[in-house]
DNA sequence: TCGTGCTGTGAGAGCGCTCTCTTGGATTCC
DNA sequence: GGAATCCAAGAGAGCGCTCTCACAGCACGA
């Protein structure tokens, strides 16, 4: 085979490996190994002489070689449950793939992209525990998907937003602060001179939908306000608007909404316009995400912008200390931002 | 390193290796290898008590040892330069992205993700050249970053995007059918009414600026219809602004437009609406790749769909072909899909 | 009966690297 | 000056797998 591919393609350099380049620097496969592995116990000239060869012969490690031998991998596998590959088009996610990769382009690991399904989880399991990767990160937009968090007890394992459940709290996830930045939505708009400050939360059985909720109660009581208009939505515009329906209903002043994720500001926009009443004149409105629905609507939306990029750089950070043994913290909270906008102006 | 390993962690199981299997199965190493590289002469009571084995002890092949033995890494690489994946959350790259990933989900090969700059570049180079990867897919913004090209005469390479330059011509791509969108999208306007068709191309050194103009001037010579009106943007929100305003300054009718992308009829929209024009009453609108604006603009834009993910899926598929030595068009363009919405209604 | 051909299985080398152990020359100390 | 110490560099085993080659065992025809 390999022969076959020298002579249709005579081209081909073959690849240079240690031993060539150790018979080019004069010296043995070991102080070569130790050169660029940069150990300490090299004498300065030998280095230069080995590092002279790496440069003429255009040497790069074999990873599966070093592999094989070191017993490390220097891959970190990103599983990305197909439900959410699904919602990959979500900038939010993109954002934060993008932030892991760029974030290991400086270290020596390589990401290794996994779509797992159902019929595929076996597989993804198995892969992750043949000893293929050093380890991984998971990111998901259900916390159902943390069905691997038993593989962090053989794996170091990062998953990207915080668990439901209790029992998988023993795995190391690195997450928005959603309940700080609902209550600065909300103490904004309480800061602007609304009252009345309604909420549509998002599904009470999903982490971002429970915290955000109690971002907002907690920034009410310590202004001593009202916390009983709330409704829930799944997170769709279509149950936002649902949700802002009802809320009007009660019959009681509102003069401020906080809609736990933008998309869902978007469905309480038409509705509160389609009552005759004015964004931010009778009611100001402050979102979740900063998607690009903030930017577009009229009035453009105050929201929420989450750290993507930065929360996957942390997830890989994490998980690179976890690889190498040094101590990290299991839980990390990025802190969010208040991006004022038109819907919120006094 | 690895004693210390299991000292602390107790739990952890051996990885069950060939060796071990074999044993297991009573048959050689070699016969393992067989069976689980399918080949077809082993008898069938052996393959039954292989499998067997490797079910119990939970077997699954080292990556590293195979590819060190074999010389083929099964890994593919997924080069995104660094100026593309600043605009990853550009939904349609991520969906490309998406589509590469599923696709090779099912096969035996890994992508690798790499993010590549300018100043790593080098070392991009080098890790595609070290024997690390079977192959290598670039997606990019800019056909600047064609620069891998010459790699495809050292490894099998698939682009997304056609290459500008004709000395690039040689490397393998798959890519949307620009100009017949386009075409699709202008002789929709004619067939809608519009007379005086004018386009918002974008940038003329980039290949989907050009091909869209390329085929919108196609559908008017089809129809006779005049084919000078026309200005070029650089696909953002802005540039359609002003091109649109170049546009109706010279004082001529217009009762369509063609915008080579979405962002830039959303710029044509407010600048149209400004000067008192309805849309489609005076000018019927018709955009090309169906993002978030489309579908919330007012009025809904009449766009051009592209089939990214399967764009991404072909991509795979191309490349693997490539890799396995079978014979493959360099050339693939994916057709696209009229969206027909409010913007473009009789 | 023996030679010939075929086929399923095993033996063993070797992929490119790391890492432990060893070696030998320089340095230090009494 | 000789023994003890140290440390840079080399030798060599081995990581888990593939793949070539050799070798039994069998069937078949002469």
Do not use: C
Not at 173 to 196: C, I, P, Y
Not at 290 to 311: C, K, W
């Amino acid at each position: 085979m390999s022969t076959e591919r020298s002579v249709d393609e005579p081209g081909h350099p073959p690849v240079p490996t240690l031993e060539m380049v150790a018979a080019a620097a004069g010296v043995s496969r070991a102080t070569v190994s130790r050169v660029v592995n940069a150990s300490p116990r090299v004498t300065e000239s030998v280095v230069a002489a080995v590092n002279d060869a790496i440069a003429r012969l255009n040497y790069v490690p074999n990873r599966a070689a070093r592999s094989l031998a070191s017993r490390r991998t220097q891959v970190i596998a990103l599983v990305v449950p197909e439900t959410t590959a699904k919602l990959f088009s979500d900038p939010f996610f993109a954002s934060v793939i993008q932030g892991i990769a760029m974030a290991l382009a400086d270290t020596d690991f390589t990401l290794n992209m996994l779509i797992s399904s159902e019929t595929r989880s076996e597989k993804t399991r198995r892969y992750l525990l043949g000893g293929n990767v050093d380890g991984a990160i998971v990111v998901s937009h259900h916390s159902g998907d943390h069905s691997y968090a038993q593989l962090g007890q053989s794996l170091p394992i990062v998953f990207g937003g915080r668990p439901l459940l209790a029992s998988e709290s023993g795995s190391y996830f690195v997450d928005v602060d959603n309940a700080a930045g609902a209550a600065v939505a909300t103490e904004h708009l309480a800061s602007r001179g609304s009252r009345h400050i309604a909420t549509i939360a998002g599904p009470q059985d999903m982490p971002p939908g429970l915290d955000r909720l109690a971002g907002w109660r907690h920034a009410l009581a310590l202004r001593g306000l009202d916390d009983s208009l709330w409704e829930v939505g799944d997170f769709t515009p279509e149950s936002g608007a649902e949700a802002m329906r009802r809320l009007l209903a009660r019959g009681r002043p509102i003069d401020g909404l906080f809609a736990a994720n933008d998309q869902m500001a978007a469905g309480a926009y038409s509705v509160i316009h389609e009552h005759g009443l004015s964004i931010p004149g009778d009611i100001r409105v402050a979102g979740f995400d900063n998607n690009y629905f903030g930017s577009t609507a009229v009035p453009a939306l105050t929201t929420i912008d989450q750290p993507s990029a930065e929360l996957g750089a942390k997830m890989a950070e994490v998980l690179v200390k976890l690889i190498e043994r040094q101590s990290v913290e299991r839980v990390t909270l990025m802190s969010t931002r208040l991006v004022e906008r038109a819907s919120t102006a006094p």
